[in-house]
Nanobody, 122 residues
Framework: QVQLVESGGGLVQAGDSLKLSCAPSERSFNAVVMGWFRQAPGKEREFVSAAGWSVGSTVYADSVKGRFTIFRDNAKNTVYLQMNSLKPEDTAVYYC???????????????WGQGTQVTVSS
């Protein structure tokens, strides 16, 4: 079964940047929508951002608009999340997801990675 593999998490200070990457274990894997979710300690998992095939077909949670940028390398079926101006409240485990639609992803369906920890200190 295809797995999504995230990388790029770490410990940074407020105001710093991080770039997360997510790639499928099989290069032939294709998904209409790829995106990112996060779950902070004691909180439910929340949507962060998603991208479709076309350039510009992106959507963001209000909490990250203007600070995070999602982009895809369709040739590699890889999705990235560039996170700038990080805040302590961005601290969470970040999960990569892929599915035929955002609705499927937000319902918990599709394919998911194991998560990568992002910790932002104040």
């Amino acid at each position: 079964q295809v797995q999504l593999v995230e990388s790029g998490g770490g410990l940074v200070q407020a105001g710093d940047s991080l770039k997360l990457s997510c790639a499928p274990s099989e290069r032939s894997f294709n998904a209409v929508v790829m995106g990112w979710f996060r779950q902070a300690p004691g909180k439910e998992r929340e949507f962060v951002s998603a991208a479709g095939w076309s350039v510009g077909s992106t959507v963001y949670a209000d909490s990250v608009k203007g600070r995070f940028t999602i982009f895809r390398d369709n040739a590699k079926n890889t999705v990235y999340l560039q996170m700038n101006s990080l805040k302590p409240e961005d601290t969470a485990v970040y999960y990569c997801a892929a599915a035929r639609s955002i609705l499927i992803m937000t319902s918990g369906g599709g394919y998911w990675g194991q998560g990568t920890q992002v910790t932002v200190s104040s």
